[in-house]
């Protein structure tokens, strides 16, 4: 998986994330366990997007970078 294949994941899931805080449009409230599926989903695309970036900049091979467990991505601080 490339930079590029990331960010595609990225703004699929950034509009699935959308469409589950509309709702369907009658005023349900948004699937709540995909919603954090989805957001957990992301948090882990951003740290390997990072992550790969940061490899190629210090001249290491970027495909060499994985995803973490959400476990470990969610932990950190901001």
Do not use: F
Request: charged share 40%.
């Amino acid at each position: 998986m490339d930079d590029q294949d990331i960010l595609t994941r990225i703004q699929s899931l950034v509009e699935e994330e959308h469409s589950l805080r509309e709702g369907s449009g009658d005023g349900q409230a948004p699937d709540k366990a995909r919603l954090k599926q989805v957001e957990e989903s992301l948090d882990q695309c951003w740290d390997l997007l990072r992550q790969r970036r940061a490899k190629e900049e210090s001249g290491e091979n970027p495909n060499e970078a994985e995803a973490r467990p959400v476990s470990e991505v969610e932990g950190y601080k901001q």
